[in-house]
T-cell receptor, first 113, second 109 residues
């Protein structure tokens, strides 16, 4: 029962470095999304996907890219890390977009120095 | 203004108390609502869905008031283990889930 698996759990980057946060789900869910969570700001949607080959921007997409080549995987790429991207990142998936429970990965704590 | 607003708290209550949280939403087209629980440094997990007719699960009751555009969560007989952050979620006009900032609950002995 893996559910949603996120890697890595912790990461420290230097400003300007790039990296990819991995997210995989084994529940055959259509909808996947990435959030960042900052103190006092709650969960903010970065990008989302309603199916393989389809992605769209959320509330805070700048500085991030995503792709969805398979139903299972939804990686998040930081193109050139900035200190403002220091945050906790959560990947989530659900059976479909509306009216269904979202399952979250355990989160990635990213620090950009 | 966020589409979903919550009082961040913290709500500090003794064991056994009844506590209620409200969450307002701005998009009248919102169709689905949920309450999630998030423990410190953990991922959010679904607590309960909020139906138009209300929803009760043990000590927890969730209600939807469409006329005033808010949802509520009532916790009866609070336990120490209820200490957490409670996130309300509403769907926007495009069905994309929008999370509130969360309400912190601290239950003390």
């Amino acid at each position: 029962n893996a559910g949603v698996t996120q890697t890595p759990k912790f990461q420290v980057l230097k400003t300007g470095q790039s990296m990819t946060l991995q997210c995989a789900q084994d529940m055959n869910h259509e909808y996947m999304s990435w959030y960042r969570q900052d103190p006092g700001m709650g969960l903010r949607l970065i990008h989302y996907s309603v199916g393989a080959g389809i992605t769209d921007q959320g509330e805070v997409p700048n500085g991030y890219n995503v792709s969805r080549s398979t139903t299972e995987d939804f990686p998040l790429r930081l193109l050139s890390a900035a200190p403002s991207q220091t945050s906790v990142y959560f990947c989530a998936s659900s059976w479909r977009l509306e009216n269904t429970e979202a399952f979250f990965g355990q989160g990635t704590r990213l620090t950009v120095v | 203004r966020k589409e979903v607003e919550q009082d961040p708290g913290p709500f500090n209550v003794p064991e056994g108390a009844t506590v209620a949280f409200n969450c307002t939403y701005s998009n009248s087209a919102s169709q689905s609502f949920f309450w999630y629980r998030q423990d410190c440094r953990k991922e959010p997990k679904l607590l309960m869905s909020v139906y138009s007719s209300g929803n009760e699960d043990g000590r927890f009751t969730a209600q939807l008031n469409r006329a005033s555009q808010y949802i509520s969560l009532l916790i009866r007989d609070s336990k120490l283990s209820d200490s957490a952050t409670y996130l309300c979620v509403g769907s926007g006009g495009s069905y994309i889930p929008t999370f509130g900032r969360g309400t912190s609950l601290i239950v003390h002995p």
